[in-house]
Nanobody, 121 residues
Framework: QVQLVESGGGLVQPGGSLRLSCAAH????????MGWYRQAPGNQRELVAT???????NYADSAKGRFTISRDNAKNTVYLQMNSLKPEDTAVYYC???????????????WGQGTQVTVSS
């Protein structure tokens, strides 16, 4: 089975920066779109940014101008560069990917384990 492994979360002060990484591991045939979502306690999970296999990006209004999503197809890895962080960015961040694995004709949606991002002074 495919696993998405996240890293890069932590504690930063307002205005600071973090870079999240998410690598897909397993018997993978292909990876379609990848993305980042976040969820704060008591809130629903919300989209932050997505990127297609060809590099086309989409951002939530709250992330636009501050966050940058990118990917390395050779490494099956997606990144999220977060700048000018605000306390309201505090959440667990989850990566997401549409992946076709060996033995399947279809792409299925996979989720990472989540990484905590805390923005506080």
């Amino acid at each position: 089975q495919v696993q998405l492994v996240e890293s890069g979360g932590g504690l930063v002060q307002p205005g600071g920066s973090l870079r999240l990484s998410c690598a897909a591991h397993g018997t993978i045939i292909s990876v379609n779109a990848m993305g980042w979502y976040r969820q704060a306690p008591g809130n629903q999970r919300e989209l932050v940014a997505t990127i297609t296999s060809g590099g086309m990006t989409n951002y939530a209004d709250s992330a636009k101008g501050r966050f940058t999503i990118s990917r390395d197809n050779a490494k099956n890895t997606v990144y999220l560069q977060m700048n000018s962080l605000k306390p309201e960015d505090t959440a667990v961040y989850y990566c997401n990917a549409g992946i076709r694995r060996v033995g399947s004709l279809s792409h299925y949606e996979y989720w990472g384990q989540g990484t905590q991002v805390t923005v506080s002074s």
